[in-house]
């Protein structure tokens, strides 16, 4: 694409140099430029790949998003309070994050993409995963029969308001072959990689994954609670949806499929589904801008 071109440069502080610019989405370097910066829909916006150069591109005109508003983000979080910080990230896309990487140029990949992080993460109001539960009914309810963890009715009861001790039990030590696949290998590890940000990462494998993705570029393993900070929570989000292709699923419209994907079952399908809906009647036939 022609009009994607070199724009300037950075300071001479920085080291970093201009060269001609990729067309967007090019499997050589595309997925896996990363956005300085907050630029402005339409403007001008600075991206960076690990081990080369760094690139200046103007988006083009044609290049429109589906544009969203607080006012109807704080309609699908429905019941819940969300993040404020959360509302003005997403809200138009102010990082151009989901521009660059394809899910606000399409309504139906929007409306996927919104409803699985509004599910995950409470309505926008949970960045981190808090495990405090109040009564033993409901542990029984998340981690019981259906659950790989199988907790018991006797457990269920002495971890009530034991944050740290139900996910040692479910995510470490105490459910050996799930801390073995969350990558948990020490003691605290559980609670220490519960699930955190906009789509809840969870354990120490998934922490390293994600903080290693180029549109991260974290110590997660180091610094779990980074994950929790809002602009981070959106990154991480759209990192794990890019990792686990999750754009075939949306754009398939296949939200069992995409759920089973996100969260390893079906858990909160219906109300994924309910989501979705609202998230449709909003987006979906919305024109781009």
């Not at 949806?241 to 858990?267: F, H, P, S």
Request: hydrophobic share 40%; glycine share 10%.
């Amino acid at each position: 694409m022609a009009d994607w071109k070199p724009q300037g440069l950075f300071p001479p502080s920085t080291g970093l140099n201009w060269c001609p610019v990729p067309a967007p989405g090019s499997l050589s370097q595309g997925p896996f430029m990363t956005p300085i910066g907050t630029p402005a829909p339409g403007g001008i916006g600075a991206y960076i790949t690990p081990g080369r150069p760094a690139w200046l591109v103007e988006k083009p005109a044609a290049m429109k998003v589906i544009r969203t508003s607080e006012a109807e983000l704080k309609t699908l979080a429905g019941a819940f309070k969300p993040n404020p910080e959360v509302l003005k990230i997403l809200a138009g896309d102010t990082s151009g994050l989901l521009w660059f990487h394809s899910i606000n140029r399409s309504g139906l990949r929007l409306c996927h993409f919104l409803s699985q992080v509004a599910h995950e993460s409470s309505g926008f109001s949970r960045l981190a995963e808090g495990l405090t539960y109040t009564t033993a009914a409901r542990i029984l309810e998340v981690f019981g029969t259906n659950h790989s963890a199988k907790v018991t009715a006797e457990e269920a009861e002495a971890l009530v308001k034991d944050a740290k001790g139900l996910a040692e039990r479910v995510y470490g030590n105490g459910n050996p072959i799930k801390a073995k696949e969350l990558g948990n290998d020490q003691a605290g590890d559980g609670f220490l990689y519960r699930g955190r940000g906009l789509i809840q990462i969870t354990g120490k494998a998934m922490y390293r994954q994600i903080g290693d993705h180029p549109d991260v570029a974290l110590d997660l393993v180091g610094q779990p609670q980074l994950a929790e900070q809002p602009m981070v929570a959106l990154k991480t989000a759209v990192a794990f949806w890019k990792i686990r292709k999750l754009d075939e699923l949306a754009d398939a419209d296949d939200v069992t499929k995409l759920t089973k994907r996100i969260n390893g079952g079906t858990n909160g399908l219906g109300e994924r589904k309910e989501l979705l809906e609202t998230a449709k009647h909003m987006w979906l036939e919305r024109a781009p801008t």
